[in-house]
């Protein structure tokens, strides 16, 4: 379960992170992009982090 989900949100934070690097050399670069990448970022990194904990046994695993 936990690497299906941390596929699943680190491939919109790929595409995310690609979106904001392409909107940094538009005209009009917007801070939306950049936000929601940083979002997917860090959900995934949370999320990776949670699965690491449960591998190892701890106090958060369900």
Do not use: C
């Not at 379960?1 to 995310?16: D, E, R, S």
């Not at 970022?41 to 699965?51: E, F, G, N, P, S």
Request: hydrophobic share 60%.
């Amino acid at each position: 379960m936990w690497q299906t989900l941390i596929g699943f949100v680190g491939f919109f934070a790929l595409l995310a992170l690609i979106q904001a690097v392409i909107n940094l050399f538009s005209p009009n670069p917007a801070i939306w992009p950049g936000l929601l990448a940083g979002a997917f970022v860090l959900a995934t990194w949370w999320l990776v982090r949670r699965w690491q904990d449960a591998r190892r046994g701890g106090n958060n695993a369900e």
